[in-house]
Nanobody, 122 residues
């Protein structure tokens, strides 16, 4: 199993960004996937998830601004981020769950990528 994030960069407040997570070694139809972030000096925060059946979920701080999606044929997970705020500055990780359903319990994720840095600043 491999997870490789990309797409992080410096963006101005109000801007948009799309993160990608290229995966291999498993199928999205067998496991749920997640985006998790960690801001400097803070705990890990679950951002969004997509279950094996396609059901999606979002953390309260990003609901309505972020959208998770996946390309099953290409094995790529995406996170479209809009209306970005300085508080969204963090390292963003994609993580694979051990099961098929949505969960925000980080200890249930068995594989993580190396992360991609998003910085929102004017």
């Amino acid at each position: 199993v491999q997870l490789v994030e990309s797409g992080g960069e410096v963006v101005r407040p109000g801007g948009s960004l799309r993160l990608s997570c290229a995966t291999s070694g498993f199928s999205f139809t067998d496991y749920s996937m997640n985006w998790v972030r960690r801001a400097p000096g803070k705990e890990f925060e679950w951002v969004s998830g997509i279950a094996a059946d396609g059901q999606t979920g979002y953390g309260g701080s990003v609901k309505g601004r972020f959208a998770i999606s996946r390309d099953i044929a290409k094995n790529i997970l995406y996170l479209q981020m809009s209306d970005l705020m300085p508080e969204d500055t963090a390292m963003y990780y994609c993580a694979k769950s051990q099961g098929t359903t949505l969960t925000d319990r980080l200890h249930e994720y068995n594989f993580w990528g190396q992360g991609t840095q998003v910085t929102v600043s004017s």
